[in-house]
Protein backbone atom coordinates (compact mmCIF):
# COMPACT_ATOMS: atom_id res chain seq x y z
CA UNK A 1 0.00 0.00 0.00
CA UNK A 2 0.93 3.76 -0.58
CA UNK A 3 1.18 5.90 3.04
CA UNK A 4 0.31 9.41 3.28
CA UNK A 5 1.24 11.17 6.70
CA UNK A 6 0.30 14.58 7.64
CA UNK A 7 -0.42 16.54 10.96
CA UNK A 8 3.44 17.45 12.20
CA UNK A 9 3.85 20.85 12.89
CA UNK A 10 5.27 22.97 16.27
CA UNK A 11 4.06 22.99 19.38
CA UNK A 12 5.25 23.89 23.10
CA UNK A 13 6.32 21.34 25.55
CA UNK A 14 3.26 20.13 27.07
CA UNK A 15 1.19 20.37 23.76
CA UNK A 16 -0.79 17.91 21.76
CA UNK A 17 -1.03 16.94 18.00
CA UNK A 18 -2.60 14.04 16.01
CA UNK A 19 -1.13 12.75 13.31
CA UNK A 20 -2.80 10.74 10.60
CA UNK A 21 -1.59 8.40 7.84
CA UNK A 22 -3.49 7.52 4.59
CA UNK A 23 -3.41 4.35 2.82
CA UNK A 24 -4.33 3.48 -0.79
CA UNK A 25 -3.68 0.79 -3.20
CA UNK A 26 -4.24 -2.69 -2.03
CA UNK A 27 -5.80 -1.50 0.83
CA UNK A 28 -8.53 -4.44 0.36
CA UNK A 29 -6.16 -6.73 2.21
CA UNK A 30 -5.61 -6.76 5.62
CA UNK A 31 -2.23 -4.77 7.02
CA UNK A 32 -1.23 -3.86 10.56
CA UNK A 33 -0.22 -0.06 10.94
CA UNK A 34 2.71 1.28 12.96
CA UNK A 35 4.30 4.45 13.45
CA UNK A 36 8.21 5.09 13.69
CA UNK A 37 10.12 8.23 14.07
CA UNK A 38 13.41 9.74 13.39
CA UNK A 39 15.26 12.03 14.90
CA UNK A 40 18.51 14.07 13.58
CA UNK A 41 21.61 11.71 14.58
CA UNK A 42 19.69 8.78 15.32
CA UNK A 43 18.18 5.62 14.38
CA UNK A 44 14.49 5.49 13.49
CA UNK A 45 12.42 3.70 16.76
CA UNK A 46 9.67 2.22 16.92
CA UNK A 47 6.57 4.34 18.02
CA UNK A 48 3.31 2.30 18.41
CA UNK A 49 1.17 -0.15 16.36
CA UNK A 50 -2.00 -1.49 16.06
CA UNK A 51 -3.39 -4.58 14.64
CA UNK A 52 -6.24 -4.83 11.67
CA UNK A 53 -9.31 -4.71 14.02
CA UNK A 54 -7.98 -1.98 15.86
CA UNK A 55 -8.12 -3.61 19.56
CA UNK A 56 -5.02 -4.84 19.47
CA UNK A 57 -2.11 -1.98 20.31
CA UNK A 58 1.31 -1.71 21.76
CA UNK A 59 4.06 1.59 22.43
CA UNK A 60 7.26 1.96 23.12
CA UNK A 61 7.80 2.85 26.83
CA UNK A 62 8.87 6.15 25.73
CA UNK A 63 5.21 7.10 24.74
CA UNK A 64 3.11 4.98 27.25
CA UNK A 65 0.50 6.94 28.63
CA UNK A 66 1.40 10.02 26.37
CA UNK A 67 0.69 8.49 23.16
CA UNK A 68 -2.77 7.06 21.86
CA UNK A 69 -2.81 4.88 18.76
CA UNK A 70 -6.31 4.26 16.79
CA UNK A 71 -7.55 3.76 12.84
CA UNK A 72 -10.56 3.55 10.55
CA UNK A 73 -10.38 0.56 8.25
CA UNK A 74 -13.79 2.62 6.13
CA UNK A 75 -11.16 5.75 5.85
CA UNK A 76 -7.74 3.88 5.45
CA UNK A 77 -6.13 5.97 8.18
CA UNK A 78 -4.60 5.51 11.30
CA UNK A 79 -4.15 8.29 13.64
CA UNK A 80 -1.24 9.04 16.23
CA UNK A 81 -2.86 11.17 19.16
CA UNK A 82 0.02 12.89 20.88
CA UNK A 83 -0.01 14.31 24.38
CA UNK A 84 2.21 15.60 27.07
CA UNK A 85 5.03 16.51 24.37
CA UNK A 86 8.22 16.85 25.18
CA UNK A 87 11.51 18.16 22.98
CA UNK A 88 12.99 14.72 22.88
CA UNK A 89 9.91 13.79 21.17
CA UNK A 90 10.90 16.01 18.23
CA UNK A 91 11.56 13.88 15.13
CA UNK A 92 10.23 12.86 11.29
CA UNK A 93 7.34 10.70 12.30
CA UNK A 94 6.78 7.49 9.78
CA UNK A 95 3.74 5.54 9.21
CA UNK A 96 4.25 2.05 7.95
CA UNK A 97 2.25 -0.74 6.93
CA UNK A 98 2.68 -4.77 6.31
CA UNK A 99 -0.04 -6.86 5.01
CA UNK A 100 -1.13 -9.39 7.63
CA UNK A 101 -3.44 -12.54 7.86
CA UNK A 102 -4.49 -12.33 11.65
CA UNK A 103 -6.79 -9.64 12.47
CA UNK A 104 -5.09 -9.04 15.97
CA UNK A 105 -1.22 -9.43 15.87
CA UNK A 106 0.59 -6.50 15.59
CA UNK A 107 4.54 -5.97 14.74
CA UNK A 108 7.11 -3.38 16.21
CA UNK A 109 10.44 -4.29 14.21
CA UNK A 110 11.55 -2.54 11.01
CA UNK A 111 12.18 -5.04 9.62
CA UNK A 112 8.86 -5.98 9.62
CA UNK A 113 7.21 -3.29 7.81
CA UNK A 114 7.70 -2.88 4.02
CA UNK A 115 5.50 -0.25 2.74
CA UNK A 116 6.25 3.16 4.48
CA UNK A 117 5.14 6.61 4.29
CA UNK A 118 7.33 10.02 3.40
CA UNK A 119 7.06 11.42 7.06
CA UNK A 120 6.25 14.58 9.14
CA UNK A 121 8.15 16.47 11.03
CA UNK A 122 7.06 16.97 14.28
CA UNK A 123 9.01 19.78 16.55
CA UNK A 124 8.49 20.24 20.43
CA UNK A 125 9.81 23.53 21.52
CA UNK A 126 10.99 23.91 25.31
Known amino acids: VQLQASGGGLVQAGGSLRLSCTAS????????LGWFRQAPGKEREFVAA????????YFADSVQGRFTISRDNAKNTVYLQMNSLKPEDTAIYYC????????????????????WGQGTQVTVSS
Open 50 to 57: ISWSGLRT
Open 96 to 115: AATPTYSTENYYYRRSEYPD
Open 25 to 32: GRTSSRYA
